[in-house]
């Protein structure tokens, strides 16, 4: 079975300053790990996907992730915010080549403010 | 850049009525998958289909849903007698052939607003 955390449903930050969204996995098998985003009223768009390459991961819009197995942790960051980033992002967690249902997290709404 | 697409954005419907919900996912993509996300809640797996055929679904799967390829290009969710509780946002996505050791993503339409009344 798989499952992951996001540690918290809300995250505020001003525009021009880092972001640091947190999720935490569970997984029997080895794990393929995603960060999506949803804009209101639009579908899950792809930001980037860790399939056991290299543990630093950079998507789309300048947003990163940093797989660490010795945490569980698959943290997703930027270095500087822009008000265009203000959605919902999802932490889904796969196990690698096991299955294609995706397990999601419960959503981090992010908030960029002036 | 192909994406994938949903109708209708909305459907209202009433309760005990038949719905169906239609996707046309990326062309060359051969797996295919409906997701529902209920409002304040999580995105939750239903179906996933592949070669014509249901190759995983969830409990909430259950004999009131049914999937379909009716040709080259549709996919589509029937919910057969429809209950209040399935008023949610519907999501389809589509992906490359998974092989082992290699997940391809699922790319997901913009979703159907379902309202059962």
């Known amino acids: 079975a798989q499952s992951v955390t996001q540690l918290d449903s809300h995250v505020s930050v001003s525009e021009g300053t880092p972001v640091l969204l947190r999720c935490n996995y569970s997984?029997?098998?080895?794990?393929?790990l995603f960060w999506y985003v949803q804009h209101p009223n639009k579908g899950l768009q792809l930001l980037l996907k860790?399939?056991?390459?290299?543990?630093l991961v950079k998507g789309i819009n300048g947003f990163e992730a940093e797989f660490k197995k010795s945490e569980t942790s698959f943290h997703l960051t930027k270095p500087s915010a822009h008000m265009s980033d203000a959605a919902e992002y999802f932490c889904?967690?796969?196990?690698?080549?096991?299955?294609?249902?995706?397990?999601f997290g419960t959503g981090t709404q992010l908030k960029v403010e002036l | 850049e192909p994406e994938v697409t949903q109708t209708p954005s909305h459907q209202v419907t009433q309760m005990g009525q038949e719905v169906i919900l239609r996707c046309v996912p990326i062309s060359n993509h051969l797996y295919f998958y409906w997701y529902r996300q209920i409002l304040g809640q999580k995105v939750e797996f239903l179906v996933s289909?592949?070669?014509?055929?249901?190759?995983?679904k969830s409990e909430i799967f259950d004999d009131q849903f049914s999937v379909e390829r009716p040709d080259g290009s549709n996919f589509t969710l029937k919910i057969r007698s429809t209950k209040l509780e399935d008023s949610a946002m519907y999501f389809c996505?589509?992906?490359?052939?998974?092989?082992?050791?290699?997940?391809?993503?699922?790319?997901f339409g913009d979703g159907t607003r379902l309202s059962i009344l």
């Open positions: 289909f592949y070669n014509n055929e249901i190759s995983e």
């Open positions: 860790y399939t056991s390459a290299a543990t």
């Open positions: 889904v967690v796969t196990p690698t080549g096991g299955g294609n249902k995706l397990t």
């Open positions: 997984s029997s098998y080895s794990p393929s």
């Open positions: 996505a589509s992906s490359e052939i998974v092989w082992e050791g290699f997940d391809q993503p699922q790319h």
